[in-house]
């Protein structure tokens, strides 16, 4: 991704397909990790140099312009939608579990910018707020559109519900597919990987762990 100079902010702006996002820094991954603007003419001018030096021609009216398809995709790869972190007072004193099951998730793995791909599984267990259920694929987007590692980002879904929501307990599980695996290296096809983050009572009781892992293999 490129950082635009100043004198190139002004051919940006006039881009219809530039692409902006929100410089606000995330707390959980700290303050020097706010999302850039993205410079789609500066990505793709460096996607067409970038295929060319790997023996890539753009010699005919189907390839001509992959570049550009190319700066769009990754555009859209690390660019997540802005949200409001909608609650509701829990006034029915609510205090079982609330889980969503195969939130879809799309992202891009830090170490070879390929792709991986699977769901998430988000729960939490209320105390005096509920939140808009939406919101758990939102919280799910924001963190995966942007590179990654697997881990970091089921901790960081379960650190913002706990930061923002203030529940019992939070649980996510993550279940994804990294092409970095499947496509190169040991190019082991099929193979998924599945990380999990805890809080509160679900990290700490026994039995409302094994009662969220439950749910989550019942809709499997």
């Keep these: 991704m490129m950082q635009n100079g100043s004198d190139h902010r002004g051919a940006v702006a006039t881009d219809e397909l530039a692409v902006r996002c929100s410089p606000r820094p995330d707390p959980e991954v700290g303050a020097a990790r706010g999302a850039p603007e993205i410079d789609l003419p500066g990505a793709t001018a460096a996607a067409e140099t970038f295929l060319r030096a790997l023996g890539v021609c753009f010699d005919d009216e189907s390839t001509i312009k992959s570049p550009r398809r190319m700066a769009e995709a990754y555009a859209a790869l690390l660019t997540a939608r802005e949200f409001e972190m ?45 939140v808009c259920l939406s919101k758990l694929a ?83």
């Design 86 to 130: 909608t609650t509701f007072p829990n006034s029915e004193n609510y205090d079982e579990l609330v889980i969503v099951r195969s939130i879809p998730v799309q992202s891009v793995c830090e170490h070879h910018f390929l792709p991986f791909a699977g769901v998430a599984h988000v729960g939490y267990l209320p105390d005096a707020r509920i």
């Design 138 to 220: 939102r919280v799910v987007e924001k963190f995966a559109h942007r590179p990654q590692t697997q881990e970091r980002l089921t901790q960081q879904i379960a650190n913002h519900l706990d930061a923002h929501l203030s529940p019992k307990g939070v649980g996510v599980v993550v279940e994804a597919e990294h092409t970095c695996m499947t496509l190169r290296g040991v190019r082991a096809a099929g193979t998924t990987t599945s990380t999990s983050a805890l809080t509160g009572l679900l990290r700490s009781r026994a039995q409302t762990r094994a009662e969220f892992f439950a749910c989550i293999r019942a809709g499997a």
